[in-house]
């Protein structure tokens, strides 16, 4: 099996270094410093524990994804705004059965890359880990929920692959439910957590912040009702409680606070930004994420 990861940073490299760790042949798909690294170093995972680093050297790697050759799985890990571009670049590397896994964040993306491949080929699915990538080829892990969640009726060598790597899998037959019930967190995470320069766990435990926190994920809860996606009714309160639990050692901190403090450009208009917009469209408060998404978009397109 040849699995090819369109997108090498935090949540992509994780995948791709455990993945190549069982013994599949991964590319990795990097730009720029990142791809001269891993070119010459190979690729590192570096974990709370250092006993459980991982290096993968040499690693296979391309910067132009038509010189990575035909592909059974592609893990489709680049960040929102590039979606559109992504998936064109992976067009040569179709084969008539490669399923395409998009752990991105957000809920448009199945429908933005099928557009552009023609393919119902696309599995989308919700990751609970917290990674990014520290330095070029070093990608540092933190911890997280320690799982992935895609539909039950999706390929079976991907529950394969996931016992492989000894990632927890879940299986549902709900995919809309899985995504907006990740996008909660995720949104509150990079609405919340951005704002106040914070992760997830430590907002949690602080008894000020907390509430602000739970706040956000029930104005996504209550976006998703107005769209008949029904969540859990206890999500939020879960969520809350899940992240008091966790340890300080495995705190998970937005994708956007990282970007917005290396002066990157941000996911702010596929978050933030589609809250605002869905929220205004069927009459659904949103102050928060409404907030953030102002407070934020003067740093929307980087340094």
Request: proline share 4%.
């Given at each position: 099996?040849?699995?090819?990861?369109?997108?090498?940073?935090?949540?992509?490299?994780?995948?791709?270094?455990?993945?190549?760790?069982?013994?599949?042949?991964?590319?990795?798909?990097?730009?720029?410093?990142?791809?001269?690294?891993?070119?010459?170093?190979?690729?590192?995972?570096?974990?709370?524990?250092?006993?459980?680093?991982?290096?993968?050297?040499?690693?296979?790697?391309?910067?132009?994804?038509?010189?990575?050759?035909?592909?059974?799985?592609?893990?489709?890990?680049?960040?929102?705004?590039?979606?559109?571009?992504?998936?064109?670049?992976?067009?040569?590397?179709?084969?008539?059965?490669?399923?395409?896994?998009?752990?991105?964040?957000?809920?448009?993306?199945?429908?933005?890359?099928?557009?552009?491949?023609?393919?119902?080929?696309?599995?989308?699915?919700?990751?609970?880990?917290?990674?990014?990538?520290?330095?070029?080829?070093?990608?540092?892990?933190?911890?997280?929920?320690?799982?992935?969640?895609?539909?039950?009726?999706?390929?079976?060598?991907?529950?394969?692959?996931?016992?492989?790597?000894?990632?927890?899998?879940?299986?549902?037959?709900?995919?809309?439910k899985m995504l907006w019930s990740k996008f909660a967190l995720l949104a509150a995470n990079s609405s919340i957590g951005t704002l106040l320069k914070s992760g997830a766990v430590a907002i949690a435990k602080d008894?000020?912040?907390?509430?602000?926190?739970?706040?956000?994920?029930?104005?996504?809860?209550?976006?998703?009702?107005?769209?008949?996606?029904?969540?859990?009714?206890?999500?939020?309160?879960?969520?809350?409680?899940?992240?008091?639990?966790?340890?300080?050692?495995?705190?998970?901190?937005?994708?956007?606070?990282?970007?917005?403090?290396?002066?990157?450009?941000?996911?702010?208009?596929?978050?933030?930004?589609?809250?605002?917009?869905?929220?205004?469209?069927?009459?659904?408060?949103?102050?928060?994420?409404?907030?953030?998404?102002?407070?934020?978009?003067?740093?929307?397109?980087?340094?």
């Amino acid at each position: 099996m040849r699995i090819i990861i369109m997108g090498s940073g935090g949540m992509g490299g994780f995948l791709g270094i455990k993945m190549a760790a069982a013994g599949y042949n991964v590319t990795f798909i990097a730009r720029g410093e990142h791809y001269k690294a891993i070119k010459k170093h190979g690729i590192k995972l570096l974990s709370p524990s250092d006993k459980n680093n991982i290096h993968i050297n040499p690693a296979k790697v391309a910067d132009n994804p038509k010189d990575a050759g035909k592909a059974d799985l592609i893990i489709f890990a680049v960040k929102l705004y590039d979606t559109a571009d992504a998936a064109k670049e992976i067009l040569p590397l179709l084969k008539n059965d490669t399923v395409i896994l998009s752990i991105q964040n957000g809920i448009t993306s199945k429908a933005e890359i099928e557009a552009i491949t023609g393919k119902d080929s696309c599995v989308p699915a919700a990751i609970f880990i917290s990674a990014h990538v520290e330095s070029p080829a070093v990608i540092r892990y933190n911890g997280g929920f320690n799982k992935i969640s895609f539909a039950r009726k999706s390929p079976a060598f991907l529950q394969k692959i996931f016992d492989d790597i000894q990632l927890d899998y879940e299986l549902t037959g709900h995919t809309e439910k899985m995504l907006w019930s990740k996008f909660a967190l995720l949104a509150a995470n990079s609405s919340i957590g951005t704002l106040l320069k914070s992760g997830a766990v430590a907002i949690a435990k602080d008894k000020d912040q907390a509430p602000i926190f739970k706040a956000a994920i029930i104005e996504v809860m209550e976006l998703a009702a107005a769209l008949h996606i029904d969540l859990c009714g206890s999500l939020a309160e879960g969520i809350m409680s899940d992240l008091k639990m966790r340890p300080s050692s495995e705190e998970i901190y937005a994708s956007q606070l990282t970007a917005l403090n290396e002066g990157k450009k941000l996911e702010l208009f596929w978050v933030q930004g589609e809250i605002h917009r869905l929220g205004l469209k069927h009459n659904v408060p949103t102050p928060l994420h409404s907030l953030a998404y102002e407070i934020l978009k003067p740093h929307a397109m980087g340094r």
